[in-house]
């Protein structure tokens, strides 16, 4: 019954992407990798579908490292080259299936597969790992029944793997966004003018990260100078990770949760002030989350999410009426009745900025008018958009516009002359 609940929920997925008349299996294998590294893979006309039953390793492709884990699904496309390396003394147990057929390219596109993004991660159903093995076949001794039977247990896999990526698109929220809050001793890297990360490596500092929907992931780097991390999501301890590496990979998956039930939600990444033998220090690296709602939604969520719009609606039009004066996220939640966090987890989800972010938005529309209508001078353009410090409005001009006031005006002048 598990199996053909799970097929009829992703069949029309896989009917509507030509998947059922267009997927197939040519060479399946299993292999046991210990030690440290196996000789490169190769993929030359076919795609290859790897999944990690036992242990844990690092894929490595020509442009990208990337940790995978047990229960793992990730692929290697034809013309790439990759090789899984092992940590010294561990093992892996992988299965691996060559896939080819015109639904091939679709399965890919399902499964959010490209160049830049190798692996399936987090896939938490156990049918998997009893699956993957069933694909090992002899393509010499095979009757018509034994080939329909290796077809029905092909797509089982593709739609246990699709199962595990949800078909809406995930919400990114950088650090830097008000959602995301910050007890204890955090700093920015590389800079606070160009923030790409932010890490902690004092104990019991956290982050957390308010949002409202069925799924959560964060990304981080792994590095040598990075340690442990306990993950709490709701109150509720979830698992400790250690986020070291022998060499620094960046925006890696470090967690995901995709069985949260439809509602508001809080993740905390906190620094346990712990690491390994091998780490060099303790760091907890975040470079953003990542969240994603429901597409369908009861009764009862159809209208907190028509209160929120309504809420969300009333915060744009107040920034685009009262742009000059000095608004606050937190004023703004308030003036609304609800919190800091979830008002800007909310505004985030359904304007796809955060707010701050939208109210910079609509200030420096009003200032490029001002530069190009009117010759008032930087001082009083920087008070009639909300701003009192005239070097701040420069500083915020030119990050958003890649040019400061005076030259956006000249620029103007010289193209209204032309």
Known sequence: MIEQQTINQ????????????????????????????????????????????EGNGMWKTEKKREWVHKNDVFFLLPGQEAQLVVERGGKAEVFWVDLYGDGVGPFLAQAGIDSSQLVVSGISNPRLSQQFPLLLHDTGHMTPVDHLRLLSNLYLVASLVLEAVPSQKWISVLPTEEAVMYTGQWKWWPSNDRIEEVYTAQPKAY???????????????????????????????????????????????????????????????????????????CDVVIDRFCFYQPPFRSEREVLVERHSSRMVQQAK??????????????????????????????????????????????????????????????????????????????????????????????????????
């Open 10 to 53: 992703v069949w029309p997925r896989m009917d509507q992407m030509d998947l059922l008349s267009g997927l197939y299996l040519a060479q399946s294998g299993r292999m046991v990798v210990v030690g440290e590294a196996v000789e490169p893979y190769e993929a030359k006309t076919r795609t290859r579908m790897f999944f990690l039953a």
């Open 207 to 281: 982050a957390e990260f308010h949002f409202y929907g069925t799924g959560i992931r964060w990304y981080g780097t792994m590095n040598f100078d990075c340690g442990k991390a306990d993950v709490i999501v709701d109150g509720r301890y979830q698992t400790t990770l250690d986020t070291y590496s022998p060499e620094r990979l960046p925006h890696q998956l470090l967690y995901v949760n995709t069985k949260l039930t439809p509602g508001p939600h809080i993740i905390k990444i906190f620094c346990t002030g712990e690491k390994n033998s091998k780490a060099t220090n």
């Open 317 to 418: 039009q107040w920034m685009e009426k009262e742009y000059q004066k000095p608004l606050q996220v937190e004023q703004m939640a308030k003036r609304l009745g609800v919190s800091r966090s979830y008002f800007s987890s909310r505004f985030q989800a359904e304007v796809g900025m955060s707010p701050s972010k939208y109210l910079t938005m609509v200030r420096m529309e009003q200032a490029k008018q001002l530069l190009q209508q009117t010759d008032e001078a930087m001082a009083q353009i920087a008070l009639a958009v909300g701003y009192q410090d005239v070097f701040y409005f420069s500083k915020v001009f030119k990050k958003s516009e890649q040019l400061s006031p005076s030259e956006y005006r000249r620029m103007y002048q010289k193209e209204e002359t032309v």
